[in-house]
């Protein structure tokens, strides 16, 4: 267990492997674990990846005048600056995936690229009463398969998630529309969504007619994918991270088909 000392409050982090930065931070529905398989594959693919438990997740602690919206996002920046990154790909799930779009929006110059999955992409006022609907662990228990190895764990640490966390979180991103954002990315991202997925619906086709005018955004269905699309197909998540990480040119990018097909 790794940890650091922010605005005098401890947070949690893990980190694996050797070479350039990567930060992968999780949603609301449970902490850094669910990481585990992409950093055990991207270590072994010169790269040093880091996974962080945000305000009220995991094992960071508890502090509710950080989470709002923009705290997880400060966070984010002052974990980056307390460990010397001065630049680094993001990854990010659902909640994590707005903080790190958000940080690639305010601060590009230490973003090299960006993956988001499960990203609320329109202003959704259900947003909230969807995730409160029932406990974190609940949701693991419902959307992560028994049979995983690492089931038990994944759901203890989900429980850990402070519902303040989870409620103040859900109504920020309630009001927030990414769509002007994405348009004007300068930065090369790559958007994923479950098809199968509860928590997070599908974007509208009609919401992303200006992101096809950006040749520095993709985006990705994973068909066979609940919320957790690095768990449900974690082989075909990771290499499309991996290709994505290591294209030359962005707008070259191709999906292959062995992977998923590409939105139109």
């Known amino acids: ?6 605005q005098d409050e401890l947070v949690h982090y893990e980190v694996l ?13 449970g902490s850094w674990r669910y990481w585990i398989p992409s950093m055990q594959q991207l270590s072994i693919s010169d790269y040093r990846t880091y996974a962080l438990d945000l305000w009220g997740f995991g094992d960071t602690s508890k502090v509710p005048d950080r989470y709002s919206f ?3 996002v ?9 460990l010397g990154i001065l630049k680094a790909a993001l990854v990010g799930h659902a ?32 947003l909230s009463s969807r995730v409160m609907s029932a406990s974190p662990a609940a949701w693991i228990e419902r959307l992560v398969g028994r049979d995983r190895a690492d089931f038990e764990a994944t759901k203890s640490e989900a429980g850990k998630a402070d519902t303040l966390a989870l409620e103040t979180s859900t109504n920020d991103l309630s009001h927030i529309d990414w769509r002007p954002t ?3 990315i300068h930065v090369p991202t790559i958007i994923t969504h479950g098809e199968d997925d509860p928590l997070i619906p599908l974007p509208d ?10 040749r520095n955004v993709h985006r990705v269905l994973f068909n066979d994918s609940r919320h957790f699309p690095m768990l449900d197909e974690s082989a075909a998540f990771n290499r499309l991270l991996l290709e994505f990480l290591t294209a030359e040119d962005i707008s070259a990018l ?3 088909e062995m992977w998923q097909r590409r939105i139109r």
């Open 1 to 6: 267990m790794s940890a650091l000392t922010i």
């Open 17 to 29: 492997g050797r070479g350039r930065a990567l930060i992968l931070v999780h949603g609301w529905l």
């Open 70 to 72: 923009e705290g997880q």
């Open 74 to 82: 400060q966070l984010l920046r002052e974990f980056m600056d307390s």
């Open 95 to 126: 909640l994590g995936a707005a903080v790190v779009l958000r940080l690639a929006e305010l601060y590009p110059d230490q973003v090299a690229r960006v993956m988001v999955a499960s990203l609320p992409m329109v202003g959704d006022w259900d």
């Open 182 to 184: 994405l348009s004007g």
């Open 205 to 214: 086709e009609r919401w992303l007619v200006d992101l096809d005018f950006n």
């Open 254 to 256: 191709k999906v292959k």
